[in-house]
């Protein structure tokens, strides 16, 4: 019998596909590790950059806590001496809430005392009587608010003091101030007797000396007019005639005029009326006597003699007596809250109970 061969089964070709395969995918995979590389590294350096953006504003807002916390500590420092100046002023107040009282109708009396005090050297140093009724005014309502009835007759006294003053003129002393004062200057302007004499010489030599161009006969009658002139002179005289000032007395007039002005209005600012009247008496004799009549000289004459007739010193009523009768009733009144404290019966003092020979 023919034994048959075995056949052997053909190869096929798996191995090279194989190999391929796995070169493929290891080609793959390489190309992602370096994909992958190349991501990792720059989202090192995005990681890197905005670390060191952060490490910078960590720089920047620590610079911005130390200043302020420097701030700060200006801040409490500050706070701390308001603090004791708070303190310090607590402890003013304290004192002083203790030296005057926390009773309100002490504090009310004691200020119309002040104001009454006030009223009484504004009308007797300054003669301010508008200042001096507002404050009686004032000082009549803080008796007001006391709701007092023994206070009203120094109410009363306060009221009459009111319309005593009320019923005193006026004085516009800032108005005659400034009237002497422009007067002042007008008169300084005013021309002098000497000055219009010597004018009147000039005019004449003037006069003359254009009658040379003239005919021979009005030359003739000039200087026979001139001649006679020189001759015969009639002049009307009501007062005697008194020589002409010479140059260093006018210097020495203008001085006297304008010191008697100054005069004048420091005695209205003083309410000094004898002064007044004197000064205005002697610029009204001098600027008569010794500058020339004429309408500017008249108008000053006729307005210091109008500012003659002012009183600058009115009589101003006597209100201390309002002020004494508010002393005696403060006398009084610390008189009997000082008695009403003594008759008050004092608190029994509680002892404290004594364990084991101590006292706690």
Same mark, same amino acid.
């Given at each position: ?36 590389? &190349? ?18 504003? &960590? ?50 009396? @004691? ?16 003669? =301010? ?66 000055? @219009?004499?010597? #004018? ?12 040379? #161009? ?43 005029i304008y010191l008697l002005y100054s005069q004048a209005e420091w005695a209205v600012l003083n309410r000094q009326q004898a002064v007044y009247e004197d000064s205005l008496a002697q ?16 108008? $000053? ?8 007739? =002012?009183? $600058?010193?009115? @009589? ?5 007596? @309002? ?38």
């Amino acid at each position: 019998m023919n034994q048959q061969e075995p056949i052997e089964p053909v190869s096929k070709p798996t191995s090279s596909k194989k190999s391929n395969l796995l070169s493929v995918i290891s080609l793959l995979i390489a190309i992602v590790a370096i994909l992958l590389v &190349l991501y990792l590294c720059q989202r090192n350096q995005i990681i890197n950059s905005k670390l060191i953006t952060m490490q910078e504003q &960590l720089e920047s807002a620590a610079a911005n806590q130390t200043t302020i916390n420097n701030q700060l500590n200006k801040a409490s420092q500050l706070i701390n001496k308001q603090a004791q100046l708070t303190k310090i002023n607590q402890i003013t107040i304290n004192k002083l809430l203790a030296s005057i009282g926390t009773d309100k109708d002490l504090w009310l009396l @004691t200020e119309a005392d002040h104001l009454l005090k006030l009223a009484n050297l504004t009308l007797s140093y300054e003669y =301010n009587i508008p200042s001096a009724v507002a404050l009686l005014k004032t000082a009549d309502q803080r008796l007001y608010a006391m709701n007092n009835p023994k206070l009203v007759p120094i109410r009363q006294m306060i009221a009459n003091d009111i319309v005593k003053l009320q019923a005193v003129p006026a004085v516009d002393v800032t108005g005659i101030y400034l009237q002497l004062e422009a007067l002042r200057t007008q008169s300084l302007q005013l021309p002098l007797v000497t000055n @219009t004499y010597q #004018s009147n010489t000039i005019d004449n030599l003037l006069s003359q000396q254009s009658t040379t #161009s003239q005919a021979w006969w009005k030359k003739a009658i000039v200087a026979a007019e001139h001649a006679l002139g020189k001759v015969l002179i009639i002049r009307q005289r009501a007062t005697p005639i008194e020589p002409l000032l010479s140059p260093q007395q006018n210097l020495l007039l203008l001085q006297n005029i304008y010191l008697l002005y100054s005069q004048a209005e420091w005695a209205v600012l003083n309410r000094q009326q004898a002064v007044y009247e004197d000064s205005l008496a002697q610029l009204n004799n001098f600027i008569s006597k010794y500058f020339l009549a004429n309408t500017a000289q008249q108008t $000053i004459l006729q307005t210091l003699a109008t500012l003659k007739t =002012n009183n $600058i010193a009115p @009589t101003v009523p006597d209100i201390s007596d @309002t002020l004494v009768a508010l002393n005696n009733y403060q006398k009084q009144a610390k008189i009997v809250k000082i008695k009403k404290s003594t008759l008050l019966p004092k608190p029994a003092v509680k002892q404290l109970p004594v364990v084991n020979g101590n006292k706690p």
